[in-house]
């Protein structure tokens, strides 16, 4: 029996549909905290297939994961899929961010708002750990129900009688378990639940001579629709945030049993927010606000689309290519019709969520929706013109420009925090070419605008109609 | 309001006035060939409430068809004198099975504290006007010793889980809100007890075993039914609205 001390640090990650969701154990290191994952999920019927990304970055000898499942897993129902997968639905459902251009207005028949830079949020993974395992244990009241070999991985599948002895078994095992996570096994094993345990087989790494562990893929049938984030918060410190990339048939996906409320978008920010570098802390920070706002127990969405490939456009604007039919087979869309795959249904929704276990007590529980409203973030940015401003549209356009960039400015901050004197000089950039208005020479009472021109107009209006009807008041009196 | 300015729901207001409308619109088409009493027209603001409340759509065409079923079948489905459904739980629940185009939301609602204190309140203060303050409280209790009894004592969760799921927006609306209606419960005060635990219980069976997110929903679909065999069994004084009853004196 191989025996390792392993590990914690437990990542858990949370797998999608029946009960799932694992940690992965890392070999005494702490330093391993799970901060971010990404979980494929698809539900069609009772039919889930979860994919987990797999960013783990220590030594591959030291990598383990434990996930539970809601029944003994075949051979067939474990894949490795190509890990581009996942950044290629990263990059396109990511919230993005669209650069327009103001037109010239001393110029006569130009384009307006034309849009010609898309930058997207992309993830940054995560990482994690663990070690090898053993057989039947009747002390332990463990039983190794199925046991493969998957390309790189070696697979277990455990069941157990109560979370004491599995918790010994991990450990005579080689397995460090972390503070907090026997309380958390006992209940998916009273309800039933199996687990997945996996390792890294060694030497398939050495033949295929990388260290890179591909994405691991499981299916099954389940009625439950969830995953069970609390196993990864066994040994979580602080919040860890989670993206779930879901195909249905249907529409979107939304949870159950937490609010699932759409991120702030379509919001005009300020042009220096494309600076090089700054997108990136503008989402996080726009995210940390939302979330806090929300009451920190919230589901965020951040895409939802019909990516049915025939539907047309599937964002606006798109961040990449959006994904065709390969992509939908191998995350797992058994229902796309292989010799009619542009008219097979499919709905993309892309979930954000960041928990924690004193606001997320509740594993997360799904549903699929006949919602089929389309949702994506979108961040504006708009760049003044140049040129010529001294005709009369140029010197408006000029004082629009700054009311419009101090509606930018208290736009960034209430949707990140971003505060500061310097945005100033963004706002007042081009306040220099404002001249002094020659108005309303001799018509002092008459504002020199198009609204005080229709104003002042309605006031003669009405005090003409005024003065006619005292006066046929008059005349009948008389 | 709460939904469209706190909650940020989308397109909220089209739909609300759309599921209005159409309930007080077919209400009054009852009323306006007789088989409704002019006083009823209150009744059909309740059931938009629920709908608004409880029920979504994509198409405002699907909330109109929902708004029509849940107030023509307080006229199509009746046994001596009382409904035989919830109209807005028959709506929902019909809507649901013949368009294929509406949903619940269960989590729409969030877990405030400070909205289930509102919203518990409120329910009660109604409640006891009307006389079914009773039925809520045997169904919450039935419901909270069951889950307590699995999710606590069996599966070992700690109790910011059961408390969890006890503070869904949407489930205490459907204790307050939903089951009490005076027209579908029994007249017997322990017949509406027992009516109300054997939603309770249902609804345990329905979410625990087969993962039916909206249980209490499809469980008074099913139960409310008997309730003319609880009438049948407990006799007692039949509810009447107090318009109805300055109308028709005893």
Not at chain 2, 163 to 183: E, N, Q, R, V, Y
Request: contains cysteine.
């Amino acid at each position: 029996m191989k025996k390792v001390s392993v590990i914690t640090a437990i990542m858990l990650f949370c797998i999608g549909a029946h009960a799932f969701c694992g940690f992965y154990v890392a070999k005494a290191d702490a330093t391993l905290f799970n901060t971010k994952s990404q979980i494929i999920l698809v539900r069609d019927g009772e039919r889930s297939v979860i994919t987990m990304s797999n960013d783990f970055k220590g030594d591959v000898k030291d990598f383990a994961m434990v996930i539970p499942v809601p029944v003994v897993l075949g051979r067939n129902d474990i894949r490795v899929v190509n890990p581009a997968l996942f950044s290629m639905l990263d990059s396109y459902s990511a919230p993005r961010m669209v650069e327009y251009w103001d037109t010239e207005p001393c110029l006569r028949y130009m384009e307006c708002d034309e849009m010609i830079d898309v930058r997207s949020m992309s993830m940054v993974p995560i990482m994690a750990r663990e070690e090898s395992v053993s057989r039947k244990d009747k002390q332990y009241h463990v039983t190794v129900e199925a046991r493969y070999d998957v390309e790189e991985y070696d697979v277990l599948i455990l069941s157990a009688k109560e979370s004491g002895g599995l918790k010994q078994w991990l450990i005579h095992n080689g397995y460090k378990i972390p503070e907090g996570a026997e309380e958390v096994l006992d209940p998916y094993i009273k309800n039933g639940l199996k687990f997945f345990v996996v390792k890294v087989d060694l030497e398939e790494m050495k033949a295929r001579n990388t260290e890179y562990m591909r994405p691991l893929q499981i299916e099954f049938n389940s009625g439950k629709f969830m995953l069970p984030i609390r196993l990864g918060m066994a040994n979580a410190d602080g919040d860890q945030d989670m993206i779930v990339y879901a195909f249905t048939r249907q529409g979107r996906v939304e949870c159950t049993n937490y609010r699932t409320v759409k991120l702030p978008t379509d919001r005009n920010i300020p042009a220096f927010v494309k600076e090089k570098g700054q997108f990136g802390p503008f989402y996080k920070d726009l995210f940390t606000k939302a979330y806090d706002r929300e009451g920190r127990n919230s589901v965020f969405l951040e895409y939802a689309w019909n990516v049915t490939p025939n539907f047309g456009m599937k964002c606006d604007p798109c961040v990449g290519p959006p994904p065709m039919y390969q992509e939908f087979v191998d995350a797992g869309a058994n229902w796309i019709d292989p010799n009619n795959p542009n008219n097979s249904p499919i709905f993309f929704t892309r979930l954000h969520v960041r928990y924690n276990r004193d606001e997320f007590p509740q594993d997360l529980f799904f549903q699929v929706t006949p919602n089929m409203e389309h949702f994506q973030g979108r961040y504006v940015v708009t760049n003044a013109a140049t040129g010529d401003m001294s005709c009369s549209g140029g010197q408006e356009y000029l004082k629009e420009l700054e009311m419009r960039r101090k509606k930018e400015v208290d736009e960034l901050a209430a949707l990140t925090g971003w505060k500061s004197p310097r945005y100033a000089s963004y706002i007042y950039q081009y306040s220099a070419g404002i001249h002094e208005p020659k108005r309303n020479e001799g018509l002092p009472f008459i504002p020199w605008s198009t609204g005080g021109t229709v104003a002042g107009i309605m006031a003669l209006a009405l005090g003409f109609v005024v003065r006619r009807r005292k006066k046929a008041l008059q005349l009948e009196n008389a | 309001m709460l939904g469209t300015f706190i909650l940020n729901w989308d397109t909220l207001l089209p739909k609300v006035m759309v599921v209005l409308g159409t309930c007080m619109v077919t209400q009054l088409a009852f009323i306006k060939v007789g088989k409704a009493h002019e006083s009823s027209w209150m009744s059909s603001l309740i059931t938009a409430l629920g709908l608004c409340l409880l029920f979504r759509a994509n198409d405002l065409n699907t909330l109109a068809f929902a708004s029509v079923l849940s107030i023509s079948s307080k006229f199509f489905f009746r046994i001596r004198g009382k409904h035989l459904f919830n109209p807005a739980n028959l709506g929902i629940i019909g809507t649901l099975l013949i368009t294929q185009d509406g949903w619940i939301s269960p989590g729409q609602w969030g877990s405030s504290v400070i909205f289930l204190f509102i919203m518990g309140a409120l329910g009660s203060i109604l409640l006891f006007r009307v006389g079914r303050l009773d039925t809520t409280m045997a169904f919450l209790i039935a419901f909270f010793v069951l889950e307590y009894c699995r999710t606590v004592l069996y599966l070992g969760w700690s109790m910011d889980v059961l408390i969890h799921k006890f503070s869904s927006g949407s489930f205490i609306l459907f204790a307050f809100f939903m089951i009490t209606d005076p027209k579908t419960t029994p007249d017997h005060p322990w017949a509406r007890k027992i009516w109300a635990v054997s939603i309770a219980v249902l609804a345990f069976i329905m979410s625990t075993w087969a993962y039916i997110h909206t249980a209490p929903i499809w469980a008074l679909f099913l139960i409310t039914p008997l309730t003319a065999v609880f009438d049948l069994l407990w006799k007692s004084e039949r509810f009447r609205w107090l318009k109805e009853r300055n109308l028709n004196p005893i």
